[in-house]
């Protein structure tokens, strides 16, 4: 069987047929197949398993990442692992960056440091205005401990060979998978698959027509982590150091008092035979970081990780096939590392598309919305190969000016925040001026949760359960009181997609309960079933409203009623809806389950009908009830 190919199954009985001793006669069938247990694939079968799906992931090596690869987490990542509970043990012993600096030399002066600057400057509305360095297996245990505590583990050893689609099938993909360690031949039939493998994926190459575009350059790196020794002035700083003589590096430090060199090896022809061996370039690379650092000197007096890279930017021409089989991560776009954009990115492409595959598996939403998780991601991946393109050329030319603007102009794209959808059926142009945007991310605000009085970020105060949040701005709630009610009444009833759906998604499968869950209280954010949390935030004094008085929605959804009291710029009002909310006016900020605005609109009493209107046909574009 070929990648792409599709295999006929007779109609008619035939002579049995002779099964080969090693291949595995038992097919397994689950929602999801996920192959690959980097980052990306982590991500996305911890999300699944978190939403109740009937999920596989398989990896061919034997265990996580021991040490290097990927090493930086940007500040919109934390955000979102704080969003999952599992934020704490990288934050505790990763290393936080707040600064770069940059050093140069010329033929007339030797190497200087020549600018200092904020990572992320105030200009970047982020809770976590720094660079977190951990290296890429410790983020992966943050996902494979969470997946265990719910019964799902890696299958490691497993070798994917190929898949094809076969229409009208409850299981529509079918996947061949060879166990290394028992030497035998497994099949998986799936609902969905789904390739996390890496920039070479065999799952891509089961895409018909689908292929890598873009180009690879010339130019390779040497990446070195270890403990150094050296009189360089900044090394606990992330530095941009040329040399106009031997070379340009990337010094970044780590965790465990480790620093991470990325150091520019010129062009290959240099090591002698035209090509980079690893066998003897770990010499050679410690050789041309000392050349580019002089005058000052650097030793190690250990080495943890090393490697060797050739930077290429591509992305792969479609994300999908048949919204059956999808990419994500370094098999559908690759780039350099000096960034820090590899890991981040490859995250969160999987966490756009596992609330969308759960979705459609619970029978939620129409199968189309699949369709948005290629257009979105892939326009992701584009924007990153351009910004990519520019920082690297400034690397490989030592040009500190271009670098350092490059740099400034692309920080809220480098933070996370600034990865921005188009419109879509998720996205609704927005008719009213407010100061969120549909296809952005929501920003930082903070408000006083009523039930306890404690002040809290918004964006992070209700978990990630992959449902909708219904976010109700009224300034003064007794004067709001008659469309809230009447809105509350209407999205929880039969009469609206959302309130059919939301019904319909009490009677998905239950997620396998976690300790984490002991803590969190999923319960809490669930009272009007599993697919959205609605919200309530007002200005309206806490003596002054109680929850006896509020319509059985909210009453019942009491730990997401929020004051908005708190002095300074975080205010929801000030920071979301811009522009004064006159008395009795509403706004409705609809959040997709990524944390992406999906809609925005404003309303006095007399519009509740149009209110009405407007979420139903939202929500009508996608749901299915």
Not at 79 to 107: C, H, Y
Request: charged letters at 25%; one cysteine or more.
């Amino acid at each position: 069987m070929t990648p792409g190919s599709s295999t006929e199954y007779p109609t008619r009985p035939n002579p049995p047929t002779r099964i080969r001793p090693d291949v595995d006669t038992d097919v397994q069938e689950v929602d999801v197949l996920v192959v690959g247990a980097g980052p990306a694939g982590c991500m996305l079968a911890t999300q699944l398993a978190r939403f109740g799906i009937k999920t596989k992931i398989i990896d061919e090596r034997p265990d996580r990442t021991p040490t290097g690869r990927a090493d930086g987490l940007q500040p919109k990542t934390i955000e979102t692992f704080k969003q999952m509970r599992i934020a704490e043990p990288v934050l505790r012993k990763g290393v936080k960056i707040f600064d770069i600096a940059f050093w140069n030399s010329s033929a007339g002066q030797r190497l200087r440091r020549t600018g200092r600057q904020e990572h992320f400057p105030p200009l970047v509305d982020v809770l976590e205005p720094f660079i977190l360095l951990v290296h890429q297996g410790m983020v992966e245990s943050l996902f494979l401990d969470d997946m265990k505590e719910r019964g799902l583990e890696v299958e490691r050893n497993c070798v994917f060979e190929t898949c094809t689609v076969k229409e009208d099938e409850a299981y529509p993909v079918e996947a061949v998978y060879k166990d290394k360690v028992k030497n035998t031949t497994k099949r998986v039939r799936a609902k969905y698959i789904v390739g996390c493998d890496g920039a070479h994926s065999l799952v891509r190459k089961c895409m018909p027509g689908v292929a890598m575009e873009g180009e690879t350059t010339d130019v390779f790196w040497g990446v070195l982590d270890g403990v150094v020794e050296t009189d360089f002035p900044d090394l606990w700083s992330k530095c941009a150091i040329s040399s106009h003589e031997a070379g340009t590096i990337l010094c970044i430090p780590r965790e465990k008092n480790m620093t991470r060199l990325y150091i520019e090896l010129n062009t290959v022809g240099e090591t002698g035979n035209g090509k980079i061996s690893k066998a003897i370039a770990k010499d050679f690379v410690i050789q041309r970081a000392k050349a580019i650092l002089k005058p000052y000197t650097i030793n190690w007096t250990s080495i943890e990780w090393f490697g060797v890279y050739q930077i290429g930017q591509r992305v792969s021409t479609s994300f999908s096939h048949k919204n059956r089989i999808f990419i994500a991560g370094d098999a559908g776009h690759t780039h350099s590392p000096k960034a820090a954009q590899g890991m981040n990115v490859s995250m969160h492409d999987t966490y756009n598309l596992s609330w969308k595959l759960a979705h459609v598996l619970h029978g939620l939403a129409k199968p189309a919305i699949l369709d948005t998780y290629a257009e979105e991601r892939r326009k992701i991946a584009c924007d990153l190969i351009r910004f990519d393109h520019e920082h690297a050329k400034a690397f490989i030319k030592n040009d500190s000016k271009a670098l350092a603007e490059n740099f400034k102009t692309n920080i809220r794209f480098i933070s996370g925040v600034g990865a921005v959808y188009g419109p879509n059926s998720l996205n609704l142009p927005s008719w009213t001026s407010t100061k969120l945007v549909p296809g952005e991310l929501l920003v930082p605000a903070r408000a006083v949760r009523y039930v306890d009085a404690n002040p809290v970020d918004l964006q992070l105060d209700i978990p990630v359960l992959g449902q909708w949040r219904l976010y109700f701005l009224a300034k003064d709630y007794q004067a709001s009181k008659y469309f809230l009610d009447t809105m509350a009444e209407f999205i929880t009833s039969p009469l609206s997609i959302l309130g059919r759906a939301s019904e319909k998604s009490r009677g998905a499968p239950t997620p396998a309960r976690a300790e984490a869950d002991d803590i969190v209280q999923p319960q809490r954010y669930t009272t009007t079933g599993r697919l959205f949390t609605p919200a309530l935030i007002t200005r309206t004094p806490q003596a002054e409203l109680e929850l006896a008085d509020l319509c059985p929605m909210m009453k019942d959804a009491r730990w997401t009623v929020y004051l908005d009291r708190l002095e300074g710029r975080t205010s929801p009002f000030k920071k979301w809806v811009g522009g004064e909310v006159r008395e009795g006016e509403t706004v409705l900020a609809v959040v997709r389950p990524d944390g992406y605005v999906g809609a925005i609109g404003k309303w006095v009493p007399e519009g509740v009908e149009q209110a009405a209107a407007w979420v139903e046909a939202y929500f009508g574009g996608f749901l299915q009830g």
